[in-house]
């Protein structure tokens, strides 16, 4: 990676990123608060493909979450796309061809054996000590590594932002080696918010998740920017399930169990968690999000 590379994903990563929870952590004054989510939220509503995903009113007409992938062109289909409007999440089985699911498991393979990183890293691969109980290999690489991969990701982006955003892609592999349930951690295993504005992020599993390898859990259609929500960000304490304001959010909950070559698309800005891991097991994921690139420049633009 070149200097002049390093200095623009840096200020991606810690000028222009995406507004997130920070400010009001950090002011819990609820007029400071309201007006910079209304500032914000102001700018995301003159976005036209915003309207759709996150302001329109959420259709009580239950909609198929689960597809199987049935295009040779690895398409999303208009299907899909109202379905992720409504319920904030789709899930696709069968994602994507066989030759790519096993580049992508060698890069998995590397993170769990941690010894020789041979494969396209953008930078070593490292543990971000973020869990206690939990080891983790975080790699982060480039969506050009993955064919079929970035197309789903140029289809949602475009849908979603108007433009095709390049995401940062962060392949995570977790190992828990205990016999007995894991404790619970703020900001993952409880159900939150991961910023008040739009967000999205696309998940791609190699290998079967099941409930003992720390699926993720999602709260339907809490993705849906309206007065319940706002008034939970204007006063969250906690910004996750144990502010009494989150009982105001009485959705179906949905925990992701998949075949392996999955993919899923949430948007967390609504409420989601990784679920614990039961005992001894671990679990390999590919993160794809849009935050850096699609910025505060592009909110004021």
């Not at 309206?226 to 009982?247: A, G, I, S, V």
């Amino acid at each position: 990676m070149n200097l002049l590379t390093k200095i623009r994903n840096y200020i991606n990563r810690k000028v222009l990123k995406t507004p997130g929870v920070k400010f009001l952590q950090q002011n819990s004054d609820k007029n400071m608060r309201k007006k910079h989510i209304n500032f914000w939220l102001n700018r995301a509503r003159k976005k036209k493909n915003f309207q759709k995903y996150f302001f329109q009113e959420v259709n009580n007409q239950k909609n198929q979450i689960t597809f199987k992938n049935e295009s040779e062109n690895y398409k999303l289909s208009q299907k899909m796309l109202d379905s992720l409007s409504n319920n904030g999440l789709l899930i696709i089985e069968d994602a994507l061809p066989e030759f790519e699911r096993n580049q992508i498991i060698e890069y998995f393979d590397e993170l769990k054996n941690n010894n020789k990183f041979e494969k396209k890293w953008l930078k070593k691969p490292y543990n971000p000590n973020f869990y206690k109980e939990v080891s983790e290999m975080l790699g982060i690489t480039s969506i050009k590594n993955f064919e079929f991969l970035n197309s789903y990701s140029k289809q949602l982006s475009k849908e979603i932002y108007g433009k095709i955003v390049e995401p940062t892609v962060e392949l995570r592999y977790l190992k828990y080696d205990k016999d007995c349930e894991e404790e619970k951690v703020r900001g993952a295993t409880y159900l939150h918010t991961d910023r008040f504005l739009p967000h999205v992020k696309v998940y791609y599993t190699p290998f079967e998740i099941t409930m003992n390898t720390a699926p993720l859990e999602y709260v339907l259609s809490s993705h849906k920017i309206n007065d319940d929500y706002l008034n939970f960000y204007y006063e969250t304490k906690n910004f996750d399930e144990t502010d009494r304001l989150f009982n105001k959010f009485k959705f179906e909950k949905k925990v992701v169990c998949v075949p392996k070559n999955s993919l899923y698309v949430a948007f967390t800005n609504g409420f989601h968690k990784r679920t614990q891991f039961k005992n001894n097991d671990e679990r390999s994921l590919v993160f794809l999000q849009y935050v850096e690139r699609f910025n505060k420049i592009d909110y004021l633009i």
